[in-house]
């Protein structure tokens, strides 16, 4: 969790007087490397039971020098609690952080993490596709912990996306391109019981739209999947929605571009495609539009893509095919929106 000055630390930082790249660059780096190797270590899961240092080292196969200086991290940074002698995962740690996954997302953190230090090559010659090797996230174990995050993410905002969704009442077919977990698939079908999915995606992203299917039995029987890479290959046909779940800051202009024609032929004359996105430029708080800036310049590092503004998303949708174009900014998500275009 971020850290939390008082007041008069808050002042002396307004002031200069605490340097801030010290702040923006020195620290952050540690703090990252404490979550992720905490992740790693299964440190998460061992502090759901209360355990003194000793314990906690044995449990966890580290020394006591280094799991002391971890603790003294985590406990700083709000995710642990020290009562008497022992340590324990604090109450906000407990509701808020998937503790049976951490292990499996720590591969695909550590990747980013090593990727951003690649930054002032990304900056100088803006590659196509960034500087992290997107193969990497299609399988083994830096793959399942892309996934597992992108659950995370979804599941924090599924809720609020589709109460923003409104189809068409004749609509009965859906494509979820790149859908990952299936977790929009699956609330759109609850929501329109007309409604069937298909979720395509790479094999990895299909096996974790499975996993969804099987907890959410209600709606299974309408999904159904597809195994592909939607980029390189012609998009099935026939859809009356296109559902496209934090695809486009992935991809360059072009790229869009591409695959906003491939939608305009895989659905129906009166087809709609739902986009939910980081929209550049938005109205909002100081802390959403750092926090959307701070994504897309995450998202230009690593995939070469970047948050883009709702005027360009416009165009772009437009010149496919899908001429009313409307959106609608989510409260809970920073920066984050669902757009629709429809063809008529």
Request: net charge neutral.
């Amino acid at each position: 969790m971020p850290l939390q000055p008082n007041f008069i630390e808050r002042q002396l930082i307004g002031r200069g007087v605490v340097p801030w790249p010290l702040l923006d660059a020195f620290i952050p780096t540690f703090q990252s490397a404490a979550v992720i190797s905490a992740a790693e270590l299964g440190a998460f899961e061992a502090l759901r039971d209360p355990l003194t240092l000793d314990e906690l080292a044995t449990r966890i196969g580290a020394s006591r020098v280094g799991t002391e200086s971890l603790l003294n991290v985590l406990v700083g940074l709000g995710y642990a609690e020290r009562h008497d002698d022992r340590f324990a995962l604090a109450a906000v740690a407990r509701r808020t952080v998937p503790v049976n996954e951490m292990r499996i997302v720590a591969p695909f953190l550590r990747e980013q993490l090593r990727a951003t230090l690649d930054a002032t090559r990304a900056i100088r010659e803006a590659p196509p596709r960034g500087v992290a090797n997107q193969e990497l996230i299609q399988g083994g174990e830096i793959g399942l912990g892309f996934q597992t995050a992108m659950r995370w993410i979804a599941s924090g905002n599924v809720s609020e996306v589709v109460q923003h969704v409104t189809l068409p009442t004749t609509a009965t077919r859906l494509l979820d391109v790149g859908g990952s977990h299936g977790l929009y698939t699956a609330a759109l079908c609850r929501k329109y019981p007309r409604l069937r999915g298909t979720v395509l995606d790479w094999p990895i992203g299909i096996e974790a739209a499975r996993r969804t299917m099987r907890e959410q039995p209600d709606v299974a029987d309408r999904i159904d999947f597809v195994a592909a890479d939607f980029e390189r290959d012609e998009l099935p046909s026939g859809y009356d929605v296109a559902f496209l779940g934090n695809i486009v800051h992935g991809l360059s202009p072009e790229d869009n571009q591409t695959l906003f024609r491939k939608l305009a032929r895989s659905t129906t004359s009166s087809g709609t495609v739902v986009i939910l996105d980081q929209l550049a430029g938005s109205a909002g708080s100081a802390f959403s539009k750092s926090v959307a800036s701070l994504i897309g310049f995450n998202l230009f590092l690593v995939t070469g893509g970047r948050a883009y503004r709702f005027e360009q998303l416009r165009q772009w949708l437009t010149d496919a095919g899908f001429p009313i174009v409307s959106a609608t900014n989510l409260r809970r998500a920073p920066g984050l929106w669902v757009v629709t275009a429809q063809k008529r």
